[in-house]
């Protein structure tokens, strides 16, 4: 059930975000981090998303990111991905910032996308820092090393305590700090500076809607929150718009 209330907001709306995390593209398959199948279940997140323990072992963290790579290279954007695709094209200004580092919004068609903790389809040298694409799957060798140089590479992604990328964060606080309406999809909101977005948007007088299947720590001060899968709750929400 979709309140008339959200509608109304969505019809004045000028500017629209969405923020995303591993929720979102649960549906095409990928484990999430957190809860009974996440990731973090199985692997210990100090021992594989550190820049410690890529310098302790850089053979298991590669080994684990390519039995991701393989995952997420089958995956195909769901009916989330393409409804939020979709919304790109509705209102005046719209902006998907995604801590996935699945490409999947890509992939469904939205362009004006902010991935704050990279992309897995892109590696970074360790010695000269140049970021490059690469698609190989499985890797072609592991730990992978640099064409030009020799040295270690690493996936280009943000791992706990490393920083964001200056421009990213920056883009995401502008676009929060000047969104009417935010969707909060597919997170558990307990990751920062990411899970501060949100307050940005209520702090200017901004409407958060959250869609989970479980409450989070966000879902006190969200103004809506829809219980259930993002890729039924945001079709209803689009077919209620659209209707
Ligand atoms: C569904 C669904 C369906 C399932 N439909 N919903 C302030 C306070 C405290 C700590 C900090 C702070 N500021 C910074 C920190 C430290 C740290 C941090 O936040 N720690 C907290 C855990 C306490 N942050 C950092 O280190 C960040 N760097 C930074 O801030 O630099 C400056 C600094 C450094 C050190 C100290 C202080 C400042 C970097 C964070 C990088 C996170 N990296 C990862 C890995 C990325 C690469 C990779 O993927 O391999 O990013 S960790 C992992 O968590 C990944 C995710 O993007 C991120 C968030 O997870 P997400 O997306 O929310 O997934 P889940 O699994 O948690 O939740 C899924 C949700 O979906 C659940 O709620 C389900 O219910 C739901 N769901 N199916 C709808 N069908």
Redesign the pocket.
């Known amino acids: 059930m979709v309140p008339e209330e959200l509608i109304n907001f969505l019809r004045k709306a000028k500017k629209v975000s969405v923020l995303?995390?591993?929720?979102?593209s649960?549906?095409s398959g990928i484990p999430?981090?957190?809860?009974e199948d996440?990731?973090?279940k199985k692997y210990r997140?100090e021992e594989?998303?550190t820049p410690q323990a890529f310098a302790k072992d850089p053979v298991l963290v590669w080994e684990w990111?390519n039995w991701?790579r393989e995952i997420i290279g089958k995956a195909k954007p769901n009916m989330?991905h393409i409804t939020i695709a979709k919304w790109e094209k509705i209102f005046p200004s719209f902006w998907v910032i995604t801590?996935?580092?699945d490409g999947l919004h890509r992939l469904a068609g939205s362009k004006n996308i902010v991935e704050?903790?990279?992309n897995?389809w892109k590696v970074r040298c360790t010695r000269e820092g140049i970021v490059m694409e690469n698609r190989d799957v499985p890797l072609k060798e592991i730990p992978p090393k640099c064409e030009n140089c020799g040295a270690l590479l690493r996936?280009h992604?943000?791992?706990?305590?490393?920083?964001?990328s200056i421009e990213d964060i920056e883009m995401a606080e502008e676009i929060s700090n000047s969104s009417d309406v935010m969707f909060v999809?597919?997170?558990?909101?307990?990751?920062?500076?990411?899970?501060?977005l949100p307050f940005l948007t209520k702090r200017r007088g901004g409407i958060v809607v959250e869609?989970?299947?479980?409450e989070?720590t966000l879902t006190p001060y969200a103004d809506f929150f829809f219980k259930?899968?993002?890729?039924e709750?945001l079709p209803e929400i689009d077919s209620r718009l659209n209707g």
């Open positions: 995303t995390g591993a929720g979102i649960a549906e999430t981090f957190r809860g996440g990731l973090w997140a594989l998303a990111y991701r989330g801590q996935n580092i704050l903790h990279g897995i996936p992604v943000v791992w706990f305590g490393e920083s964001l999809v597919g997170t558990s909101s307990v990751v920062y500076p990411a899970a501060s869609i989970n299947i479980s989070t259930g899968k993002a890729g709750i």
